[in-house]
């Protein structure tokens, strides 16, 4: 009896996937898993209802709250964005692919496997997890390198159907949605709004601005307006005040790691408010040497996650410098949201490292400044002496 576990969401490359690891590579059990990360409830539905039908056993993990609060309050507290996209698909993969894995032990499985293709990002995502564990990895569409026109057919000869077929390629969880494929590969074409679902354009947002209050606790956000919230309530309402808003719209051109250029459009208006209002406080609390290592930290972290590797040891080391910062980032942030742009307009923090009474008592503090000015002007005297000394010569 072979077995394998399949990462399914539903959709076309999964659902062929089904009969092709029983057709093409002789597993005797096929056990569907489909790991709830906030999808559409339409979504994880329609998988259910395909899954249960092809497959030999279905399984379905609500991972939302373990998805936010070990993956989402990292992402914040390293201010996770990878140039420019806050890395919503690239977060969520790991985390699939680790109950994809649990299901397979559970099940005394000996294989696992994803559907996808060989030129996108997911499938390092999911390898980087699978590689990790003494399972086999099977990736069917990649290694068949099946084109969608072969799996369309694939899946009507297997009575695969789909009541609609999709316009856009699009991916969804709580953090972001994002929206790639058909008429958008032409760069210059500018997206219908046709293909968002979170957000407003900014001219039908409405007139009056509004501001929010976040609380944070140990860079992790606590609570909207001084009401605590749970981390996925709280996401799931800025999402809604946000998208109202018309906040957390991106139309960019991102370097795959196979180093193929891709364009890619995303809806992400709680990503957008957390991350701004999180870095203001990180401002406030952190000192300038921190900041500035900080960020090298920060973009690190966020190339590793972009490429699924979160298993990497370095991974936990920046983790671990992260949140020896994030003792110190507690306080609230008061964002303004109007017409497309999340704005901070102020902030509080019992760890602020800024005195109003050193910067506005002049007649005290002035007279400090001179060592420092004196040293300042030390370094230039010595790099001008140089420069002169190296010229006579
Ligand atoms: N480019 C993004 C990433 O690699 C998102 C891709 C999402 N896929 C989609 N079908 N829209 O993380």
Request: aromatic share 8%; proline share 3%.
């Amino acid at each position: 009896m072979k077995k394998v576990a399949l990462a399914y969401s539903g959709g076309l490359d999964t659902s062929v996937c089904i009969p092709l690891l029983r057709e093409r590579y002789g597993y005797d059990e096929v056990i569907a898993v489909t790991v709830d990360v906030g999808q559409p409830e339409a979504e994880i539905k329609e998988a259910k209802e395909r899954g249960e039908k092809l497959s030999d056993s279905y399984k379905e993990v609500d991972a939302k709250e373990e998805f936010v609060h070990e993956y989402i309050f990292p992402l914040i507290k390293a201010n996770g964005c990878y140039e420019g996209y806050v890395l919503g698909t690239a977060i969520a993969r790991p985390l699939i692919a680790k109950h994809v894995v649990e299901v397979a032990k559970e099940e005394k499985a000996d294989a696992v496997a994803h559907g996808c293709t060989g030129k996108g990002n997911d499938q390092l995502r999911f390898d980087a997890v699978f590689r990790a564990t003494d399972l086999d990895v099977v990736a069917p569409v990649r290694e068949m390198s099946l084109t969608r026109e072969e799996e369309k057919r694939y899946a009507e000869e297997h009575g695969i159907s789909f009541a609609t077929e999709p316009r856009w390629s699009v991916d969804e969880n709580i953090w972001s949605r994002s929206i790639e494929g058909s008429k958008l590969e032409d760069l210059s074409f500018v997206p219908p709004e046709e293909i968002f679902q979170w957000t407003v354009s900014a001219d039908k947002a409405p007139e009056n601005a509004e501001i929010i209050k976040i609380g944070f606790e140990k860079g992790i956000p606590v609570s909207l307006n001084e009401t605590k919230m749970d981390g996925v309530s709280l996401i799931q309402k800025l999402n809604e005040l946000g998208g109202k808003h018309g906040v957390g719209r991106t139309d960019i051109i991102e370097d795959r790691v196979l180093g193929f250029k891709a364009r890619e459009n995303y809806e992400h208006p709680a990503a957008t408010i957390l991350l701004v209002a999180h870095h203001d406080l990180e401002q406030l609390v952190l000192t300038r040497n921190e900041l500035r290592f900080k960020d090298f930290v920060d973009s690190t972290w966020s190339e590793l996650v972009y490429q699924g590797l979160v298993m990497d040891l370095l991974y936990e080391s920046l983790n671990a410098f992260i949140d020896k910062t994030q003792e110190r980032v507690n306080g609230m942030v008061y964002v303004r949201l109007e017409k497309g742009i999340a704005r901070v307009v102020g902030r509080e923090s019992p760890n602020a490292l800024y005195s109003r009474d050193v910067l506005f008592d002049v007649k005290q503090e002035q007279k400090s400044a001179e060592g420092f000015s004196m040293y300042h002007g030390f370094q230039s005297r010595i790099a001008k002496r140089d420069r002169f000394a190296s010229k006579k010569v």
